[in-house]
């Protein structure tokens, strides 16, 4: 539904540059796969998509529209249409794991209470934990979590999302689940996903197109298949690990 | 902490300026609070809040609060009156025992000391909970929400604060002035001399002057907290620090305001005359 344009973005942190001139395209309903070393990077490209910091370069445009310049009630707007599923998941700990999920649509009141609850089910099916409804996410395992986190995403109905290594911590089988989860929201909602992922098989699984960065530095994008048989020895220490 | 800038990001930007460190720290401060609180009024008044987080607020805040105040005041109120009884009775003065211990409470240990003890208890609270939820990124979830976290956090604590301040300084007072009518019967005044002295000496006047004061504590506290909260940084000892920051702020900007507004208050009432 959306479409993503990333130029000459570049970030850094007192005096260190994290991000060095990345540039990305993803296409309306495409599936990007970022992977990379622990550190190269990723969160911080995702956070600034999502526009949580300010690049000290570049352009991110989403949907035809530059996000960088924008102040944070200008980012709010176009924030309806962005969900990010965090890392670390991120729930809000005072709330339930229905008022976590439901949230988004909760406080924009773009649905009644019951639809938001029917919703909240449905998409606590589909991440494969149902019925934990009135769980607080102190009682939750770590991968729990994170499903929780994907749901909270998905209620927002986005048409980018941003998926921060949402398989990592995960038993293969609920990975596996995860990835169908992933590929099927973008077949039924031809939503546009950008995944941050360390995890190979499931990269080659979901992936329309691959991007490798290293150190802040994009290396190589391409085809699943075109990374595979990649010569930059950076690329292949990944893909053959 | 600007109007875009809702997250933990003001830390970096605010190495930026030269000039004498403690300056830069301190008008960064005053401006970062003034907006904060510029914002949760603005919001209050358009009613963008969330009541029910308001009421939830308050009964915490309360309910965490006025137990330690009474306590906390009913000595104080008992303490006074054992040394200022003493002295009164033995000067003859034992008909200004009430009245001075209920002045005082009134119009400054009452509201101070409440201001005190919610600046420990829930300004405290609000520090951790707020610079938790920066840590653990739970802020940042917010704004991908859409959700300004000025609106969801800051506003239904500072109004809470404010309207909840001046209820804990009319219990503190209520305890003080109770600890020292107990206290001042054992060394020689009657209950009857202590509440005559009261009605002679204070009025609704004194009454009203000291919970103005809270009002003005509650909103010091609540913005303060929450400012100190969200610019919490990132690491285990960052809430600590947060909190502990919190508290020291307020109780020093209790005592300090409470200097200035003694004298625009005790001003006020004198061009009222
Ligand atoms: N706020 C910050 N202050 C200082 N350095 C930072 C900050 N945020 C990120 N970094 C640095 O930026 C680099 C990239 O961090 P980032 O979190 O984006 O990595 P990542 O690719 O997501 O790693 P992982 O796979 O381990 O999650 C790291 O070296 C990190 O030390
Ligand atoms: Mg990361």
Redesign the interface.
């Known amino acids: 539904m959306s479409e993503l344009r990333v130029a000459g973005l570049s970030y850094s942190?007192?005096d260190r540059l994290i991000l060095k001139g990345v540039d990305l395209e993803v296409r309306q309903g495409e599936i990007l796969a970022v992977m990379g070393m622990s550190g190269s990077g990723k969160t911080t490209l995702l956070?600034c998509i999502?526009g949580?910091?300010?690049p000290s370069q570049g352009s991110i445009t989403v949907d035809g529209e530059d996000i960088v310049p924008m102040?944070?009630?200008q980012?709010?707007?176009v924030?309806?249409r962005?969900?990010?599923v965090?890392q670390?998941a991120?729930?809000?700990?005072s709330l339930t794991v229905r008022e976590n999920v439901g949230?988004?649509p909760l406080?924009?009141r773009t649905k009644t209470p019951a639809a938001v609850a029917e919703l909240v089910t449905s998409l606590l099916a589909d991440v494969g934990m149902p019925g934990t409804e009135g769980m607080l996410p102190a009682e939750l395992s770590g991968g729990m979590r994170k499903r929780v986190g994907l749901a909270?995403?998905l209620a927002?109905e986005p048409g980018l999302l941003l998926y921060d290594e949402p398989t990592s911590g995960l038993d293969p089988v609920i990975a596996r689940t995860i990835d169908d989860l992933i590929v099927e929201t973008r077949d039924q909602r031809g939503v546009t996903s950008v995944v941050v992922s360390h995890d190979i098989p499931s990269i080659f699984r979901i992936a329309d197109r691959v991007a490798m960065i290293d150190q802040g530095v994009i290396v190589e994008t391409g085809t699943p298949t075109e990374l595979r048989r990649s010569s930059d020895s950076r690329v292949r220490a990944f893909v053959d690990a | 902490m600007a109007?875009?800038?809702?997250?933990g990001?003001g830390a970096?930007a605010r190495?930026a300026p030269e000039g004498p460190g403690w300056l830069v720290v301190a008008a960064t401060f005053v401006g970062e609070t003034s907006i904060l609180a510029g914002q949760a009024a603005w919001l209050a008044m358009r009613g963008k809040f969330s009541l029910r987080e308001t009421i939830r607020q308050m009964a915490a805040m309360g309910v965490d609060s006025i137990p330690i105040i009474m306590l906390t005041c009913a000595a104080t109120g008992s303490v006074l009156a054992f040394y200022v009884a003493d002295v009164l009775v033995r000067f003859g003065g034992a008909g200004f025992v009430g009245g001075m211990i209920a002045l005082s409470f009134l119009l400054e240990l009452g509201p101070v000391l409440a201001g005190v003890m919610v600046a420990a208890r829930s300004g405290a609270a609000v520090a951790a909970e707020i610079g938790s939820?920066v840590v653990?990124?739970?802020i940042?979830?917010?704004?991908?929400?859409?959700?300004?976290p000025v609106r969801?956090l800051v506003a239904p604590r500072v109004l809470a604060c404010i309207l909840m301040m001046p209820i804990c300084g009319l219990f503190a007072d209520m305890a003080g002035i109770f600890g020292g009518l107990v206290m001042a019967s054992t060394h020689g005044v009657t209950q009857s001399a202590f509440m005559e002295s009261i009605r002679t000496m204070a009025t609704h006047a004194d009454l009203m002057k000291g919970l103005a004061k809270t009002l003005w504590f509650g909103l010091t506290i609540a913005v303060v907290a929450c400012h100190q909260g969200l610019n919490t940084q990132r690491g285990a000892t960052g809430v600590g620090a947060a909190t502990t920051r919190s508290v020291v702020l307020c109780v020093v900007f209790i005592f300090v305001s409470d200097f200035f507004l003694a004298q625009v208050l005790s001003g006020a009432s004198a061009s009222m005359r």
């Open positions: 942190v007192v956070r999502a949580l910091i300010k102040t944070e009630t980012l709010n707007r924030r309806l962005i969900g990010l965090f670390y991120a729930l809000f700990d949230f988004g406080q924009h909270r995403a927002n | 109007s875009n800038d809702a997250g990001e970096a190495r939820m653990t990124e739970q940042d979830a917010l704004r991908m929400m859409s959700v300004p969801y």
